[in-house]
T-cell receptor, first 113, second 115 residues
Framework: AQSVTQPDIHITVSEGASLELRCNYS??????LFWYVQSPGQGLQLLLK??????LVQGIKGFEAEFKRSQSSFNLRKPSVHWSDAAEYFC???????????FGAGTRLTVKP | DTGVSQNPRHKITKRGQNVTFRCDPI?????LYWYRQTLGQGPEFLTY????????KSRLLSDRFSAERPKGSFSTLEIQRTEQGDSAMYLC?????????????FGPGTRLTVT
C-alpha cells in the first residue's frame, strides 16, 4: 500500500519569505498526489493535485508543487508567504487502482510578522 | 454547491454511549468517504461509499462502527459503546467517480470527545 512521509512537523518562516514543505511518498507506480491545507476549525481544502503530465503543478493561493519521480517527492512551494498561510499542511497519496488515500502526519506552518 | 456539511460539529458523550454523525455530500458527488483524525496526525481512511454501496472498509473500522448511505445521498456514521480512544475528529469527504481516489472535498468535521 502507498504511504506518505512529511519529515517536518513544524516550520516557522517570516512573512514574505519563501516556503518549501517536504513530502516523500512510497508507491510502486505513478501515484496520485495531493496537498491539502487545514486551518483551525476548518475542513481540509485542496491546494493542488498531480495525476499525470507536467511535473510542476500550480495550485490555489499561489502554491505550486513539483513531482520528482527519482526522489519520490512532491514538495510544496510558495515564493512569498503571507500571514494567512499559517495552517496545517497535509500531503496525500492515492493509488490509481483503488480508492484508499493516505495522508502524511502534516506540517504545521507558523508565519512570523 | 454548498459544499460538504457535517452535523453535529461537536459531540461530547460519556463512555459506553452510542453516537451518530451525519454527512451531507456535494449533491452531484457519487462517492462519500469517512476519515478519522487524531491530534497531530493526518486523516486516516475509515470507509467509502459509491452511491449507496459501501465498497471498502479499513481495519480501523471496528465492529462498534457502522456507516450507512441509504439512498446514495447523505451518510451516517454510528459508534456504539464509545470508548475514550474514539475521541477524534471525524471527517467526511465526497468526490465524483473517477479512476482512483479522485479530488475529494472535505466537510468541517465532527469533533467527538468521550469522557
Amino acid at each position: 500500500a502507498q504511504s506518505v512521509t512529511q519529515p517536518d512537523i513544524h516550520i516557522t518562516v517570516s512573512e514574505g519569505a519563501s516556503l518549501e514543505l517536504r513530502c516523500n511518498y512510497s508507491y510502486g507506480a505513478t501515484p496520485y498526489l495531493f496537498w491539502y491545507v487545514q486551518s483551525p476549525g476548518q475542513g481540509l481544502q485542496l491546494l493542488l493535485k498531480y495525476f499525470s503530465g507536467d511535473t510542476l503543478v500550480q495550485g490555489i493561493k499561489g502554491f505550486e508543487a513539483e513531482f520528482k519521480r527519482s526522489q519520490s517527492s512532491f514538495n510544496l512551494r510558495k515564493p512569498s508567504v503571507h500571514w494567512s498561510d499559517a495552517a496545517e499542511y497535509f500531503c496525500a497519496v492515492g493509488a490509481p487502482r483503488n480508492n484508499d488515500m493516505r495522508f502524511g502526519a502534516g506540517t504545521r506552518l507558523t508565519v512570523k510578522p | 454547491d454548498t459544499g460538504v456539511s457535517q452535523n453535529p460539529r461537536h459531540k461530547i458523550t460519556k463512555r459506553g454511549q452510542n453516537v451518530t454523525f451525519r454527512c451531507d455530500p456535494i449533491s452531484e458527488h457519487n462517492r462519500l468517504y469517512w476519515y478519522r483524525q487524531t491530534l497531530g496526525q493526518g486523516p486516516e481512511f475509515l470507509t467509502y461509499f459509491q452511491n449507496e454501496a459501501q465498497l471498502e472498509k479499513s481495519r480501523l473500522l471496528s465492529d462498534r462502527f457502522s456507516a450507512e448511505r441509504p439512498k446514495g445521498s447523505f451518510s451516517t456514521l454510528e459508534i456504539q459503546r464509545t470508548e475514550q480512544g474514539d475521541s477524534a475528529m471525524y471527517l467526511c469527504a465526497s468526490s465524483q467517480i473517477s479512476g482512483g481516489p479522485g479530488e475529494q472535498y472535505f466537510g468541517p468535521g465532527t469533533r467527538l470527545t468521550v469522557t
